[in-house]
């Protein structure tokens, strides 16, 4: 089976510092990977993905994130914190085998912003 | 804009009665998925369709069911809700590399 596991439920950081949010991830095959944000009272949206390919993958407001197929990791990161970025953050995993077309979600790390 | 529209975005109920959320996609995807959203526990699926009138269940399918006659329609059903399906419930398609898309939510309290 699937599974996710973000280990940090919280995490403050100040604006204009460095941000990385830890994923962890058990799947059979090779996977598919993803990050979402989610504001307060939204849905969520979609920040990067993995297929294959380069493992540094580049997404929307400035993040980015790695593959290490070897430590079963997909972190999250961005250089420098904006107030903006305050929101809860989701790592996915999903594959394209028959039995999996569908994603598995971490619990979630919610990121605030210190002026 | 991923055109998914779910309703009603928020509902109040009692326990024991039937409630019926709806999805509605304008895209023509093929796949569709219900979440349900509660603290600690990220989204968890409770059922998705592959196709009109083809369904499954997802991992916390218990007290819910779906129904798919057309393509841009999914329709989740709690035959008699409960306070533990008190919950935030998201509509997802799936996008061509497997990523999915999702709707606003739908914010359901059951007393």
């Known amino acids: 089976a699937q599974s996710v596991t973000q280990p940090d439920i919280h995490i403050t950081v100040s604006e204009g510092a460095s941000l990385e949010l830890r994923c962890n991830y058990s799947y059979g095959a090779t996977p598919y990977l993803f990050w979402y944000v989610q504001s307060p009272g939204q849905g969520l949206q979609l920040l990067l993905k993995y297929f294959s390919g380069d493992t540094l993958v580049q997404g929307i407001k400035g993040f980015e994130a790695e593959f290490k197929r070897s430590q079963s990791s997909f972190n999250l990161r961005k250089p420098s914190v904006h107030w903006s970025d305050a929101a809860e953050y989701f790592c996915?995993?999903?594959?394209?085998?028959?039995?999996?077309?569908?994603?598995?979600f971490g619990s979630g790390t919610q990121l605030t912003v210190l002026p | 804009d991923a055109g998914i529209t779910q309703s009603p975005r928020h509902k109040v109920t009692e326990t024991g009665t039937p409630v019926t959320l709806r999805c509605h996609q304008t895209e023509n995807h093929r796949y569709m998925y219900w979440y349900r959203q509660d603290p600690g526990h990220g989204l968890r699926l409770i059922h998705y369709s592959y196709g009109v009138k083809d369904t499954d269940k997802g991992e916390v399918s218990d007290g819910y069911s779906v129904s798919r006659s057309k393509t841009e329609d999914f329709l989740l059903t709690l035959e008699s809700a409960t306070s533990s399906q008190t919950s935030v419930y998201f509509c997802?398609?799936?996008?061509?590399?497997?990523?999915?898309?999702f709707g606003e939510g739908s914010r359901l309290t059951v007393l």
């Open positions: 997802a398609i799936r996008g061509s590399l497997g990523e999915l898309f």
């Open positions: 996915a995993v999903g594959g394209d085998d028959g039995s999996a077309r569908q994603l598995t």
